[in-house]
């Protein structure tokens, strides 16, 4: 009892309580959000691996070319440079994934895509 006379607590929370459920609650929530921090720092590192390798073989190209802006087969080569290396972080890093179940982070390079999952 409150200082007015009120049930310091409800019946539901009390039962919650007792029941161990609210607790069990609690760790599924916190477990939610270190999956979903797990899977955005994936898709991060999996952006990252693209990225880097793009922009260096991009570098490479217009290195090969005395400093010209390269043409379409060079956009394409450091495209390919790019999607090999994310395939590769794929590969090494598995995606994390929810109880199980389907992952909200999707492989995006490697030959483990889903053409029908949501991709991150």
Do not use: K
């Amino acid at each position: 009892m409150d200082w007015a006379e009120r049930p310091a607590i409800s019946g539901a929370h009390a039962y919650g309580l007792v029941t161990r459920q609210l607790a069990r609650q609690r760790e599924h929530d916190l477990a939610w959000c270190r999956y979903q921090a797990a899977a955005e720092e994936w898709v991060r590192g999996r952006d990252e691996a693209y990225g880097s390798a793009g922009s260096a073989a991009a570098r490479e190209a217009m290195r090969a070319q005395g400093g010209a802006a390269g043409g379409g087969v060079q956009r394409q080569r450091a495209r390919e440079a790019a999607e090999a290396a994310a395939a590769e972080f794929e590969r090494r890093h598995p995606a994390p994934v929810w109880n199980g179940g389907t992952p909200c982070a999707q492989p995006r390079y490697s030959a483990s895509v889903d053409p029908q999952a949501g991709v991150l």
